[in-house]
């Protein structure tokens, strides 16, 4: 069953400019992830932010979570057109982290 | 170690055909996960494995579809009596644990004709 969905499914950008995605999910989770895709790879795991935690840093990325609300945004600041890709959250509701479950990705897309 | 690899990378079949994927994970890790991922789609859980137990299988998986661990190393996924519908990209992943982030391999896209 599909717990998180992203928000918008798709986004385009100019390059430089910031780049804002949102999950929602329905039940309360113990960790919340997101997830980058290039067009036909794997998926690579960009942060991990947890039910205690409200946000979370890594380089040009920001995580914030609001349990209170079951949502979840990513912000890439200063984009590069190597950003361009399929972004995914992923939350383990209700099964502690045994697997995640995935929503349907924001596709978003950077112009130079 | 060089992350998880997933072999083969493409695979084309005939409707009705045995396929069989191999994951190898990394090697600390003791939890291995397969999910599918059709076009347009978040990948869709199938099961996973600690270390060679398989704790928990999804319903998509059929009982055409079977996967194993042996000794908790490199996993097999095998699809009996392909059909048109399983065409997607199976994706392998690996964790070190509860909660940890997953390490995805590139998967494996196989196209039944």
């Known amino acids: 069953s599909q717990q998180g969905e992203e928000d918008p499914q798709a986004l385009s950008i100019q390059e430089g400019e910031n780049a804002t995605m949102n999950c929602s999910y329905k039940?309360?989770?113990?960790?919340l992830q997101w997830y980058r895709q290039n067009s036909g790879r794997g998926l690579v795991h960009l942060i991990l932010?947890?039910?205690?935690?409200r946000e979370k840093h890594s380089g040009r990325l920001r995580v914030t979570l609001d349990t209170s609300k079951k949502s979840s945004s990513l912000l890439i600041t200063a984009s590069r057109a190597a950003d361009t890709a399929s972004y995914f959250c992923?939350?383990?509701?209700?099964?502690?982290?045994?697997?995640?479950?995935f929503g349907p990705g924001t596709r978003l897309s950077v112009l130079p | 170690d060089t992350g998880v690899s997933q072999d083969p990378r493409h695979k084309i079949t005939k409707r009705g055909q045995n396929v069989t994927f191999r994951c190898d994970p990394i090697?600390?890790?003791?939890?291995l996960y397969w999910y599918r991922q059709t076009l347009g789609q978040g990948p869709e859980f199938l099961t996973y494995?600690?270390?060679?137990?398989?704790?928990?299988k999804s319903r998509l998986l059929s009982d055409r579809f079977s996967a194993e661990r042996p000794k908790g190393s490199f996993s097999t996924l095998e699809i009996q009596r392909t059909e048109q519908g399983d065409s997607a990209m199976y994706l392998c992943?690996?964790?070190?644990?509860?909660?940890?982030?997953?390490?995805f391999g590139s998967g494996t896209r196989l196209t039944v004709v």
């Open positions: 494995f600690q270390n060679e137990a398989q704790l928990e």
């Open positions: 039940t309360s989770i113990n960790n």
């Open positions: 992943a690996s964790s070190p644990g509860t909660g940890a982030g997953y390490t």
């Open positions: 090697s600390e890790h003791n939890r």
């Open positions: 932010i947890r039910s205690n935690e």
């Open positions: 992923a939350t383990d509701a209700d099964n502690y982290g045994q697997n995640f479950v």
